[in-house]
């Protein structure tokens, strides 16, 4: 079965200190993988993406991350956290070869608190 | 960037109307959008998939008859929640993807309607 896994549900650090989100995912073959934010009461924001090529992808706001295939896992970091970047962080995956029918399964999320 | 609207953002209605939400992509075209729900401190769960023309697919265990989903045109898909009831608040957020371009085809989000049935 498709599945998106996050292990940590809540995660406090403190501004200045750096971060690991983790996320493992079960699919068939390797996917598209994705990382949203979301602040409350918003909709989703695309942190980054990774289809192919260099395994470390960047993205906006300071984050990246790393596929590693052999565990199965995209975990996003970010070197130095500020306090704007409190928020629910979604790890998701999505089907290489897109059909009709074909969807983004989404992690269960963690939630950051950043403590000033 | 691709952006995704949503209308209303809020809306509170009375046990037993009716709400139409409606999702269009401002800038490029999509055959195919999708419909989340999501509960507080929850993730987001796929409801239906809305194809341009033809009937939307839902999800195992989503109400066909209760979420009425219609997408007419490229650029516009819409649900709607029949005899809303309380447990029918939450929070309701539609993708939309891109035809154009390379593989994969991306989805782009709105940014959600909250919707409130007293």
């Known amino acids: 079965a498709q599945s998106v896994t996050q292990p940590d549900i809540h995660i406090t650090v403190s501004e200045g200190a750096s971060l690991e989100l983790r996320c493992n995912y079960s699919?068939?073959?390797?996917?598209?993988l994705f990382w949203y934010v979301q602040s409350p009461g918003q909709g989703l924001q695309l942190l980054l993406k990774?289809?192919?090529?260099?395994?470390l992808v960047q993205g906006i706001k300071g984050f990246e991350a790393e596929f590693k295939r052999s565990q199965s896992s995209f975990n996003l970091r970010k070197p130095s956290v500020h306090w704007s970047d409190a928020a629910e962080y979604f790890c998701?995956?999505?089907?290489?070869?897109?059909?009709?029918?074909?969807?983004?399964?989404f992690g269960p999320g963690t939630s950051l608190s950043v403590i000033p | 960037g691709a952006v995704v609207s949503q209308h209303p953002s809020r809306v509170i209605c009375k046990s037993g109307t009716s709400v139409k939400i409606e999702c269009r992509s401002l800038?490029?075209?999509?055959?195919?959008m999708f419909w989340y729900r999501q509960f507080p401190k929850q993730s987001l769960m796929l409801m239906a998939t809305?194809?341009?023309?033809?009937?939307?697919?839902?999800e195992q265990g989503v109400e066909k008859d209760k979420f009425l989903i219609n997408h007419a045109s490229l650029t516009l898909s819409t649900l709607t929640v029949t005899s809303a009831h309380p447990e029918d608040s939450s929070f309701y957020i539609c993708?939309?993807?891109?035809?154009?371009?390379?593989?994969?085809?991306?989805?782009?989000f709105g940014p959600g309607t909250r919707l409130t049935v007293l």
């Open positions: 993708s939309a993807r891109d035809i154009a371009g390379a593989l994969p085809k991306e989805q782009f």
């Open positions: 699919y068939g073959a390797t996917p598209y």
């Open positions: 990774y289809f192919s090529g260099d395994t």
């Open positions: 998701a995956v999505g089907p290489r070869r897109t059909t009709s029918y074909d969807k983004v399964i």
């Open positions: 800038d490029f075209q999509a055959t195919t």
């Open positions: 809305s194809n341009e023309g033809s009937k939307a697919t839902y």
